[in-house]
C-alpha cells in the first residue's frame, strides 16, 4: 500500500517529518542496525553538524516499516521531491483478508476503511 521507490529517494526525510501517523522512520543507522531496534535509544551521530547537508545519515532511506497505520492522507506523497513514494489502496481488500480483518458490510459502504490493529 505504501512504496518508496529507494532509487529515487534522495533520503531528505520530508517524508518522515510530514506524516501524521508517523508510518515512515529511517531503514538503518550509523550503527549499521535496522531503525526497529533503534527505539528509544540515542546515537551520538556521524555528521560533522546538524544541518541536513551536514548529517551523513541522510544517506539513508525512509522506510514505510508502519504502512497499515497509513490514513492514505497523502501528504508524504506532496512533500516527496522526487516522487519517489506511491501510495495505493487497491490492494487493501487483499491485506485486510490475509490479515483477517476484511469486513464485507464495511467494503461496500462508502465509509473510508477502519484501520484494525
Known sequence: MVALDWDSCIADGACIEACPTQVYQWYRTEQD????EMQ???SAGTGEDHDKEGRKDYTDKSDPIREHDCIWCMACVSVCPT???KVDQANLEYHEKAAGTFN???SKSSAPP???H
Open 40 to 42: 528509544n535509544a540515542t
Open 104 to 106: 464485507e458490510q464495511l
Open 83 to 85: 516522487q519517489a513514494i
Open 114 to 116: 477502519p484501520h484494525a
Open 33 to 36: 542496525v535496522p531503525g526497529i
